[in-house]
């Protein structure tokens, strides 16, 4: 799968659970000139509820494309490491590969604006309530033999914005949350559902974002 396939399905998915019609302009797609790394990202914004008001809920999505996962898209993982390292006697073994997609939840309050921050024990309540919901969506491990053998997905913690007024008093600006997902992409000649029949991750990502905003909006 090359980067162009890999992008428009995730947009496809986006748009099948109606987040890509809440995006902030275009997606952005830059190339890096020195190493030829590629980035895309997408800003997704709608209308908060009324219990999360006055804060503004949004939400980025992202992932690199690096020089290698271009040129592994460009033919066989045992292609690529003939011309790499040439021929060898046994056939070589190759490593299933991952695309991490990063995504990052944001509540906001009104440019300019702050508010008091909660008092200590109701707002630690409710720092550990939304990570341990968002947790269940994001985070993946998998272990062979009771060892932790790799990372599929991660929650970072909960970051608070602040800052102090004239008077000398913190005031609460915004928190925010982010977390990451690899996802599996096809070998080269393989569809998407071919290399993943049991489901198709780059659609599950999108449905995770979007149960994730629930609690995230309701404990604002």
Known sequence: MRYDEFRDQLQEALQDVGLFLQRIGNPIETIELSGTGRRWKVYISRSSPPNAEPFHVSAKIAFDWSPF???????????????LLGREKRPSKTAQRFTRVDLELQASLPYGSTTTIPDPQLFGSWTDSVS??????????????????????????????????????LSLKGVSVAGFRFVRVPEFGMTLIAATPRRAPLRSLPGSLGDSRTPWTSGT
Do not use: H, N, P
């Open 132 to 169: 341990q919901k968002l947790d269940k969506l994001l985070t993946e491990r998998k272990e062979r033999q009771g060892r932790l053998i790799a990372v599929l997905g991660s929650l970072e913690e909960v970051k608070v914005e602040a800052r102090f007024d004239a008077g000398g008093i």
């Open 69 to 83: 996962d271009t040129a592994r898209s460009y033919t066989c993982e045992e292609d690529l490491l003939t011309e």
